[in-house]
């Protein structure tokens, strides 16, 4: 029929046309059906990575896809270049009947691809209710970190309520959390969604827990509705906790005087507030001495924040080294270092999801800048280099017991994140030339 190329072409072609006679007629042209599979799994869009099943879930056509894996057999867990599955397209799409389908005929249920994502993440991200819910029934994980947060901080921050209920009923634990700063009750106050906020705390979230964001009350402080105020407050949040500014200083900063009344007879004075009064807290909020204290007291946080993830870094305690630079982004969002920084340990750790997520924010602030690469130096590069000595290791393990599930998984998790994270500081031809 012609070149293995032509033929994967032509099947892309056929899948991607909605047109299932065309792919039968290929692969009676195929004189080896085994042949027919291995190009049908192994030939994929360039620019993508998908293959024919992922396009023919893509668009949702049943048939091509009933066609391709019961008829040819091809690998239902493929993967793009994101790591995505032919389930995570799925739930990208909406189709139900073809994510029943694929769940029914063996699909790995929570994959998880370069930015973190599963199909769960995708299906609530979509509001798709039914997706959820079977993913839900056949044992999606619930505690998976994503660039957009875990399937709880998802379904709170869109203010589903019903998904919510269903990830709590299942055990989704509220103090779950790491790539998103904000705390699943931060998240229902910032949705406003009271439903969600009262869900977690009779699911006993604790009301005083958050670290590089805000707390749930200060959050509270800011919005002009005060039920989320007091519904804190009655759960026992602390009103003189104090990240840079106490709760009732952030609700003075955006005029909010029903929140700093509600506030005011709970919160400890502040000694340097020359009238401890509602008008008089207002007042010195907008004036210019707290404008040079709040941007002397920024800068100190800062500079303590740099110094302490340094030491941390140094005495190779990276966790703690992540957390105070994730803090400090909280207070400077388009700092680079302190991303290029994290991306680097997280890396070391072994963490290449989040190593990959954190390049990806890097590039994305800044794409004009050149991009380094390894024998450039740089932090990304040297994530770059650090999750591939984990490859090669994971490489090794693999060689020596290849029939070995463990390894076997290892090695091409080692392997896409390496080859994601490349992606992200080499070109193509840089990656073929090594």
Same mark, same amino acid.
């Given at each position: 029929?012609?070149?293995?190329?032509?033929?994967?072409?032509?099947?892309?072609?056929?899948?991607?046309?909605?047109?299932?006679?065309?792919?039968?007629?290929?692969?009676?042209?195929?004189?080896?059906?085994?042949?027919?599979?291995?190009?049908?799994?192994?030939?994929?869009?360039?620019?993508?990575?998908?293959?024919?099943?992922?396009?023919?879930?893509?668009?949702?056509?049943?048939?091509?896809?009933?066609?391709?894996?019961?008829?040819?057999?091809?690998?239902?867990?493929?993967?793009?270049?994101?790591?995505?599955?032919?389930?995570?397209?799925?739930?990208?799409?909406?189709?139900?009947?073809?994510?029943?389908?694929?769940?029914?005929?063996?699909?790995?249920?929570?994959?998880?691809?370069?930015?973190?994502? *599963?199909? !769960?993440?995708? $299906?609530?991200?979509?509001? +798709?209710? #039914?997706? &959820?819910?079977? =993913? /839900?029934?056949? @044992? %999606?994980?619930?505690?998976?970190?994503?660039?957009?947060? *875990?399937? !709880?901080?998802? $379904?709170?921050?869109?203010? +589903?309520? #019903?998904? &919510?209920?269903? =990830? /709590?009923?299942? @055990? %989704?634990?509220?103090?779950?959390?790491?790539?998103?700063?904000?705390?699943?009750?931060?998240?229902?106050?910032?949705?406003?969604?009271?439903?969600?906020?009262? =869900? /977690?705390?009779?699911?006993?979230?604790?009301?005083?827990?958050?670290?590089?964001?805000?707390?749930?009350?200060?959050?509270?402080?800011?919005?002009?509705?005060?039920?989320?105020?007091?519904? /804190?407050?009655?759960?026992?949040?602390?009103?003189?906790?104090?990240?840079?500014?106490?709760?009732?200083?952030?609700?003075?900063?955006?005029?909010?005087?029903?929140?700093?009344?509600?506030?005011?007879?709970?919160?400890?004075?502040?000694?340097?507030?020359?009238?401890?009064?509602?008008?008089?807290?207002?007042?010195?909020?907008?004036?210019?001495?707290?404008?040079?204290?709040?941007?002397?007291?920024?800068?100190?946080?800062?500079?303590?924040?740099?110094?302490?993830?340094?030491?941390?870094?140094?005495?190779?305690?990276?966790?703690?080294?992540?957390?105070?630079?994730?803090?400090?982004?909280?207070?400077?969002?388009?700092?680079?270092?302190?991303?290029?920084?994290?991306?680097?340990?997280?890396?070391?750790?072994?963490?290449?999801?989040?190593?990959?997520?954190?390049?990806?924010?890097?590039?994305?602030?800044?794409?004009?800048?050149?991009?380094?690469?390894?024998?450039?130096?740089?932090?990304?590069?040297?994530?770059?280099?650090?999750?591939?000595?984990?490859?090669?290791?994971?490489?090794?393990?693999?060689?020596?017991?290849?029939?070995?599930?463990?390894?076997?998984?290892?090695?091409?998790?080692?392997?896409?994140?390496?080859?994601?994270?490349?992606?992200?500081?080499?070109?193509?031809?840089?990656?073929?030339?090594?």
């Amino acid at each position: 029929m012609g070149s293995t190329s032509e033929i994967g072409a032509a099947i892309i072609e056929a899948g991607a046309s909605e047109d299932l006679n065309k792919l039968k007629a290929i692969r009676k042209k195929v004189d080896d059906e085994w042949e027919f599979r291995k190009i049908c799994d192994e030939y994929s869009d360039f620019s993508t990575g998908r293959n024919v099943l992922h396009r023919a879930v893509e668009i949702g056509h049943f048939e091509i896809c009933k066609f391709l894996i019961n008829n040819v057999k091809v690998y239902i867990d493929a993967l793009t270049y994101k790591k995505d599955t032919p389930l995570a397209e799925a739930a990208k799409g909406g189709h139900v009947k073809i994510a029943e389908f694929l769940i029914k005929h063996g699909a790995v249920i929570s994959l998880t691809n370069t930015e973190g994502f *599963t199909a !769960l993440h995708y $299906a609530l991200l979509k509001d +798709n209710k #039914e997706i &959820v819910e079977l =993913l /839900l029934v056949e @044992g %999606a994980l619930l505690e998976v970190d994503s660039a957009d947060g *875990t399937p !709880l901080q998802i $379904a709170v921050s869109r203010g +589903n309520v #019903e998904a &919510v209920r269903a =990830l /709590l009923f299942l @055990g %989704a634990d509220t103090s779950f959390y790491f790539e998103v700063s904000d705390t699943p009750l931060v998240c229902a106050v910032k949705s406003r969604s009271f439903e969600c906020l009262n =869900l /977690l705390l009779e699911a006993d979230a604790d009301a005083n827990l958050y670290c590089g964001g805000s707390s749930p009350l200060a959050s509270a402080a800011k919005e002009g509705d005060t039920k989320f105020l007091k519904c /804190l407050l009655k759960a026992g949040a602390d009103p003189n906790s104090l990240d840079i500014f106490k709760p009732i200083e952030e609700a003075a900063m955006v005029h909010n005087r029903a929140a700093v009344e509600i506030l005011f007879p709970v919160t400890e004075r502040i000694a340097h507030y020359p009238n401890w009064t509602v008008d008089g807290i207002i007042e010195y909020i907008h004036s210019e001495d707290f404008r040079t204290m709040s941007e002397e007291k920024l800068t100190m946080e800062l500079t303590e924040l740099k110094l302490g993830g340094m030491h941390d870094a140094s005495s190779k305690e990276y966790y703690q080294a992540i957390l105070k630079y994730k803090m400090a982004s909280h207070l400077d969002p388009s700092n680079l270092t302190f991303i290029s920084k994290r991306s680097l340990w997280e890396a070391h750790l072994g963490l290449g999801s989040y190593a990959v997520i954190d390049a990806l924010k890097w590039i994305r602030l800044r794409p004009d800048l050149p991009v380094p690469v390894p024998h450039h130096g740089g932090d990304i590069a040297a994530a770059a280099n650090e999750i591939f000595k984990k490859f090669l290791m994971a490489g090794l393990a693999f060689s020596l017991d290849p029939y070995n599930d463990e390894t076997c998984r290892a090695f091409g998790f080692a392997l896409f994140d390496y080859f994601a994270l490349s992606c992200q500081i080499r070109s193509p031809f840089e990656i073929l030339e090594m």
